[in-house]
């Protein structure tokens, strides 16, 4: 399950050692980029390469793996990570996340991750999928709140995964963004890959993986500035799709410190984006369930505050 990292050199780094581009793509220090390459996590035009001394020339092809970071001991639990809760049973739980929490240890991040604190809660879930993200079947942004599925089971993380893969299982997020876009309901669908000027980056590119976004319109703002309340539903999963969705329309999210095209934060300290929705079929029951969960409290402060033009049909 791991969301690999597909970079073609480009002209700015040409020279570089590839400790350094890893560095770069994953953006941590120089001595887990050497970690993540001694243990394997590293390709270089189809090769894994052993070493990060190595200069890259224009046009080399990179894969890295952020997760490949040796871990000597599986997670730990620790009881201290907060974590809401919608749903639990002998299969699955359904977590509302807090923003600011990583979901999962990897580069850079060791413990204090959402995985700790499931551990210390659901122990069971230490042999389920991968050693160092037990239970986990999806990803949510740190910066991001709201709804993530745990599975308890391999069976339950399997039936999971394939429908993430096959795009039946559904989520839809609340978004604040700049603008009033010009129709009440629209959808993207550009590919996305890492960005060609900032590889640190995601933007729509001509070679990226396919993706798509649904919007719809659900409410419109004229103060502090035009704004607009999105629903997006995703029927991919790409890393920072919805984020680099809106912008690439002109209408980034409010609070976006990477895609928000330097405007203000309007005091939302992260991108204004909320798991509200997550459906997919139970695999104990086989019936499809829905969950929800109200928009963060920090998030709905702020909404508070803003002047309504009317909601839209």
């Avoid at 050692?17 to 770069?24: Q, S």
């Avoid at 559904?170 to 963004?177: D, F």
Wanted: proline share 7%; with cysteine; net charge negative.
């Amino acid at each position: 399950m791991s969301d690999e990292i597909v970079e073609t050199v480009p002209a700015a780094l040409a020279g570089e050692r590839l400790d350094r581009i890893v560095a770069l793509l994953l953006d941590v220090s120089r001595s887990v980029a050497t970690a993540v390459i001694d243990a394997g996590g590293a390709i270089v035009d189809g090769e894994t390469q052993p070493s990060g001394k190595i200069r890259l020339a224009e046009g080399q092809v990179v894969i890295v793996d952020p997760d490949a970071v040796p871990v000597d001991e599986p997670p730990q639990p620790d009881a201290a990570v907060e974590f809401g809760v919608v749903h639990e049973d002998d299969a699955i739980v359904v977590i509302d996340k807090p923003a600011g929490l990583v979901v999962h240890p990897g580069a850079g991040n060791d413990t204090g991750t959402l995985v700790n604190g499931l551990l210390a809660r659901y122990p069971e879930i230490i042999d389920v999928g991968e050693r160092i993200r037990p239970g986990i079947v999806h990803r949510l942004d740190a910066g991001s709140s709201g709804l993530l599925v745990v599975a308890r089971t391999q069976d339950a993380a399997d039936a999971l995964i394939e429908q993430f893969v096959d795009h039946s299982a559904t989520r839809a997020y609340l978004a604040l963004v700049w603008g009033h876009p010009d129709a009440p309901h629209g959808v993207i669908d550009a590919p996305i890959g890492r960005s060609r000027r900032d590889p640190l980056r995601m933007a729509v590119v001509a070679d990226g993986r396919w993706a798509r976004t649904e919007y719809r319109v659900l409410e419109r703002f004229d103060s502090p500035a035009e704004l607009a309340l999105l629903e997006c539903r995703l029927e991919t999963g790409r890393t920072h799709q919805i984020r680099v969705h809106l912008s690439s329309i002109n209408h980034p999210l409010v609070g976006d410190p990477t895609y928000g095209q330097r405007r203000p934060k309007l005091q939302v300290e992260r991108p204004f984006l909320h798991a509200a929705e997550l459906s997919f079929v139970h695999h104990a029951t086989r019936e499809r369930v829905t969950y929800r969960s109200e928009l963060a409290p920090d998030l709905a402060d702020r909404l508070g505050t803003l002047r309504r033009v009317g909601p839209d049909a």
